[in-house]
């Protein structure tokens, strides 16, 4: 029996088998590309996959993938994409390569314009440094050469306050100098006039608050050598009187009159020692009342020597270390300031007031005694209530 042809029959189906569940990894979709923003971070870049065309490197070896959900069910592949379908993982190399270079592009800006900036600001610092010392050495030439000479009056450029006197009455008039150029300025009670025994005008004191005369600055440096004399007449025969002084300080600088000393009222000539106490020179015998005297005080700076002459002879001598000033060193006629206040009004007449810058020599003295017609030939830095 031959066999006949044979019909095919149905083919038998394959049959799911049951697959274990596995993880499964989704596979990466192409996206179209995304615009690049510079400074944001760019996904990583796929090596393109072998096809038929050259490719500049070859293609990295890719770890095994799990297999597809197509795969894993028996199915069919999904059809190829068309042709015509962009590579987009080229595409996103590109705009990978292009953000880099964009980030480049600024960073390079950045730091040119921080260098720009830094110098500048040298460039500017160093004309400052150079502009500023110029300009000093501009102001130190300029003082260098500016010209100096002797000062007519109180320093303007001292940062020390200005010197200031305790208060003093008002005063109501004045009388001319006969030497220098500073008058006396008289209190209420300061009355010019004569008296016996005195040739010129004298300045008649009747003791209190009003009665005295001063000047508005000193005549006298007594940081140096200078010489005082007066003409003095007193009315009473005790206390303390001061017939010419200098400072209207704490306390005075120096002062001519009549003190007690050791239960004698005796005249004197004192000075006021820097850092406290006095030192004075006294007269050999007693004070006389109601009668002109003639008063010397020498100070001699170098050696520090106080003398008191008496009617143009010497009586005693003193040490001091300097002469300490009082406030104004305005001279003061008739009164001194001790503690702050005005002390020792002076009871009588004074008259004949002479100041010299220096250690008047003994010959001189001498020549004051007689008065006008016999002068002194060193000429006095200042002159009130002079003999006629």
């Known amino acids: 029996m031959v066999p006949g042809p044979v019909q095919p029959g149905p083919m038998a189906q394959p049959q799911p088998q049951p697959v274990q569940p596995q993880p499964v990894q989704q596979q990466p979709v192409p996206q179209p590309p995304q615009p690049v923003h510079p400074g944001q971070p760019q996904p990583v870049p796929q090596p393109p996959v072998p096809g038929p065309g050259p490719q500049a490197f070859p293609a990295a070896a890719q770890p095994?993938?799990?297999?597809?959900?197509?795969?894993?069910?028996?199915?069919?592949?999904?059809?190829?994409?068309?042709?015509?379908?962009?590579?987009?993982?080229?595409l996103a190399e590109r705009n990978a390569h292009a953000a880099?270079?964009?980030?480049?592009?600024?960073?390079?800006?950045a730091v040119t314009a921080v260098v720009v900036v830094v110098a500048a600001a040298g460039g500017g610092y160093w004309f400052y440094k150079h502009k500023s010392g110029n300009d000093t050495k501009t102001t130190q030439n300029t003082a260098s050469v500016t010209p100096t000479g002797p000062s007519t009056g109180p320093s303007t450029t001292s940062s020390a306050p200005p010197a200031k006197g305790i208060d003093s009455p008002p005063t109501v008039g004045s009388l001319p100098?006969?030497?220098?150029?500073?008058?006396?300025?008289?209190?209420?009670d300061a009355k010019p006039g004569t008296m016996a025994g005195f040739s010129g005008q004298v300045l008649k004191l009747p003791s209190g608050q009003d009665?005295?005369?001063?000047?508005?600055?000193a005549v006298v440096d007594v940081n140096k050598s200078f010489t005082v004399s007066a003409r003095v007449l007193v009315d009473l025969p005790n206390g303390n009187r001061s017939a010419v002084s200098q400072g209207d300080g704490q306390y005075y600088s120096y002062a001519l009159g009549r003190a007690n000393n050791n239960g004698h009222d005796q005249w004197y000539f004192k000075v006021q020692v820097p850092g406290g106490g006095s030192a004075i020179a006294w007269s050999k015998?007693?004070?006389?009342?109601?009668?002109?005297?003639?008063?010397?005080?020498?100070?001699?700076?170098?050696?520090?020597?106080?003398?008191?002459y008496v009617n143009g002879a010497p009586q005693s001598s003193a040490k001091s270390a300097g002469v300490q000033p009082s406030g104004t060193n305005s001279l003061q006629v008739g009164r001194l300031s001790s503690n702050s206040q005005w002390a020792d009004p002076w009871h009588g007449a004074v008259a004949d007031i002479q100041l010299w810058s220096q250690v008047l020599p003994e010959a001189d003295i001498v020549k004051i005694v007689a008065g006008p017609s016999s002068p002194p030939s060193v000429p006095p830095v200042g002159a009130w209530l002079s003999g006629g």
């Open 177 to 188: 100098a006969k030497a220098g150029a500073a008058p006396l300025n008289l209190g209420a």
């Open 64 to 90: 095994a993938q799990p297999a597809a959900p197509w795969q894993q069910q028996g199915g069919f592949p999904p059809p190829a994409a068309p042709s015509g379908t962009p590579d987009w993982e080229a």
């Open 285 to 308: 015998g007693d004070a006389t009342v109601n009668q002109w005297v003639l008063l010397t005080g020498v100070y001699d700076d170098p050696s520090g020597q106080l003398t008191l």
């Open 211 to 217: 009665s005295f005369a001063s000047t508005a600055a």
């Open 100 to 109: 880099k270079r964009g980030r480049r592009l600024k960073l390079i800006g």
